[in-house]
């Protein structure tokens, strides 16, 4: 497509008056310096939270404009108008500079047509990276092993066009690793041969369950979980009345991807997020839907604006019986992304008093989001994004401290089960490598007088996922269910427990204490947690079930 239009404007050169042409090439060059200093500050800028150049992806939140600057602080915004204004200033100035009148131009159509011939020629040859048999592609810029170096020598219009046009069309596997046929029997053959044996958690047959969806709450923050320095005191409480999964993982890091994953047993897939897609959302299993038929109330909490990233259309498609949002909550004071954690706890609190049992209710809280701003410590005096991380942290702490001490007061207090799991994990507050799976290490956490009290205070060092979590309970509930394909059940005694973690460039397999990382571009993987991983064979695994994954989103 460059070379048609690189065409089409030298055939004007050739024929069309100097004037004439010189003015439409000024204008086109003009729009075209101003999209890539606002492509390249916006990759600046956003790389932060995004953790990759902007893509597909990045485009989809494209509809959501208004909660992406919810994520960025106001200083940002003004920096980043007036680096934009500045660079692309100094641009066309310089593009002007190098283009002044006074330079030569044939003028006789047969140099003309020669320059156009030759001009093509040369395009095309370093379009190419040369006339091998491969062109060149994103990994002709891998030269590290640090992830974001490569990144930074990535181009980034190039890569946004090529990661757009790549991703695109909904009609190919862009991870077809193996011939279809073999990977479908081999994903059958290494994961979905679930054992029946298993443990109880519950005293009775349905407990009221309350899963406390944390955002962002990386276990890097958390002290029983591993964190260097803890910011969460009354989890680490927490925890020792609580059956703890140690060794949990995010197969994403965006909460769209999270509430799919954790309400219809669906891990992330890589460019672009099945919540978006009206159209396959029907075709997703449903936690809520088969609780619903179990005789459960089913309620879902959010105090932001469930608009967001398709969330509502998502919601009433897993057919949760009520969606409760900012409007209802009414908190008194709000951040960019809605009512402050303590408000919204507060309302699902009281709100429960009203439901009959069993009831599910299910709610996400907010606060632990950039830009960390909470009504709680020094933020205002804070410069550091690690700063402002670790005090929200430490204020959805307080605000869970608080909503259990108020639930222990209820009179449906004794029949529940809570579960507390982040949404997805973060960089921060330890600035993390890219491909690091601790990255993506979150909290799993059961509690309540409901749960069996043999297995307070018990610590599970099993691998497990966030997407376990609808099959692992539907199970407790004698409801198995063969459509959470990609779910383990993590109260299972005899198979081994596995993650996926999603990249749109690879993705990352960890199964008893090992852990790989596989880069698809260049083909690349790393080891970590353990020297004793048969790398070639968790590569494998990691490929099968990606493979797997992406054929069902295309399929759905």
């Given amino acids: 497509m460059p070379l048609r239009y690189h065409g089409f404007f030298l055939l004007t050169y050739i024929f069309v008056q100097k004037k004439i042409w010189r003015t439409i090439i000024h204008f086109i060059n003009v729009v075209l310096i101003s999209i ?16 990759e150049p902007i893509g597909k992806r990045a485009f989809d939140f494209l509809d959501d ?5 919810a994520s960025v602080s106001s200083v940002q915004i003004i920096g980043g108008l007036v680096l934009l204004i500045v660079l692309t200033t100094v641009a066309i100035r310089f593009y002007f500079f190098v283009n002044k009148k006074g330079d030569v131009e044939p003028k006789k159509y047969i140099i003309k047509t020669a320059f156009v011939f030759l001009s093509s020629f040369i395009i095309f040859y370093f379009m190419r990276g040369g006339l091998q048999t491969i062109p060149i592609n994103e990994s002709a810029s ?5 992830i974001e170096l490569n990144h930074a020598a990535i181009n980034p219009c190039w890569y946004a066009g090529h990661n757009i046009l790549q991703n695109s069309s909904l009609d190919q596997n862009p991870f077809e690793y193996y011939e279809p046929v073999y990977a479908k029997k081999k994903y059958d053959e290494l994961f979905l041969q679930k054992s029946t044996a298993g443990f109880s958690l519950f005293k009775t047959p349905k407990p009221n369950i309350v899963l406390l969806l944390l955002e962002s709450m990386t276990a890097d923050v958390v002290g029983a979980f591993g964190a260097p320095v803890s910011y969460t005191p009354f989890l680490d409480s ?5 059956l703890v999964y140690s060794d949990c993982y995010a197969s994403g890091f965006r909460t769209d991807q999270a509430l799919v994953s954790v309400f219809s047993g669906f891990p992330a897939t890589p460019f672009q997020s099945i919540i978006r897609h009206d159209t396959k959302l029907n075709s997703l299993p449903s936690f809520p839907f088969k609780l619903n038929k179990l005789g459960y109330h089913t309620a879902f909490y959010y105090g ?7 969330m509502k259309s998502y919601l009433t498609h897993m057919q949760f019986n009520k969606i409760y949002t900012q409007d209802d909550v009414a908190a008194p004071t709000t951040n960019k992304w809605g009512a402050h954690d303590e408000y919204a706890l507060n309302f699902m609190c009281k709100n429960l008093n009203k439901q009959s049992s069993p009831f599910f209710a299910g709610l996400l809280t907010i606060s632990l989001h950039e830009p960390f701003d909470v009504p709680f410590g020094q933020h205002d005096t804070m410069s550091t994004s690690e700063q402002k991380f670790c005090n929200a942290a430490k204020y959805t702490d307080k605000c869970l401290q608080h909503f259990f001490a108020t639930s222990a007061l209820q ?16 960089n921060l507050p330890l600035n ?17 007088n409901a749960l069996l009290d043999t297995l307070k205070g018990k610590r599970i060092t099993k691998t497990v996922a966030q997407h376990d979590i609808a ?32 990249y749109d460039v690879g993705f990352s397999y960890i199964e008893n204490n090992c852990a790989v990382s596989y880069n698809k571009i260049d083909e690349k993987n790393m080891s970590w947690k353990s020297n004793k991983c048969d790398t070639s064979e968790m590569i494998m695994k990691g490929k099968i079930f990606q493979q797997e994954l992406y054929t069902r989103f295309l399929k759905y």
């Fill in 432 to 448: 993390r490598h890219y491909f690091d799976i601790a990255t993506h290490h979150i909290p799993l956490i059961f509690y309540g």
């Fill in 238 to 242: 927490l925890c020792n009345y609580s």
């Fill in 304 to 310: 932001g604006d469930v608009n967001f990233s398709n």
């Fill in 36 to 51: 890539a200093s606002i492509a390249c500050l916006a990759n600046t800028i956003l790389y932060d939270y995004w953790r």
């Fill in 411 to 426: 009179p449906w207090f004794q029949n529940t089960v809570f579960i507390l799991v982040a949404d997805h994990g973060h």
């Fill in 471 to 502: 099959y692992s309970m539907l199970w407790q509930l004698d409801k198995k269910d063969s459509a959470f394909v990609f779910s383990n059940n993590i109260c299972d005694t005899v198979s081994n427990g596995n993650a996926y973690v999603m």
């Fill in 65 to 69: 404009k208004n909660f992406i600057l």
């Fill in 142 to 146: 891998y030269f590290s092993d640090d």
